[in-house]
């Protein structure tokens, strides 16, 4: 699943889902899906999000739990894409 988290995913319900293992055009379809993507472009001033950065996250993190079959969830929440690196804000994985 994918989505801009807090009251986007919590009211909005604005989300995109695959299933792993994904492909480069799953992750790219699943960010530019969602009706917040506007926001990811940036608006009003703000920096566009590093959109191919976060496609590499989530080829990575589709990598990790097709290798790991024990992990059960995985979530990251709230994951910055600024333009030379991507921060984890918290991350829990279930296993």
């Given at each position: 699943m994918f989505g801009l988290g807090g009251i986007f995913v919590e009211v909005l319900k604005d989300v995109s889902f695959r299933l792993a293992p994904l492909t480069r055009k799953d992750a790219s379809e699943m960010i530019r899906e969602i009706r917040g993507y506007k926001i990811l472009e940036g608006i009003r001033g703000?920096?566009?999000?590093?959109?191919k950065a976060i496609e590499n996250?989530?080829?990575r993190f589709s990598d990790l739990v097709m290798k790991k079959?024990?992990?059960k969830e995985l979530d990251i929440n709230p994951?910055?894409?600024y333009?030379?690196?991507v921060v984890a804000g918290d991350?829990?994985?279930i296993v």
């Open positions: 703000e920096k566009p999000a590093n959109i996250t989530l080829l079959p024990d992990i994951l910055f894409a333009d030379n690196k991350v829990r994985i």
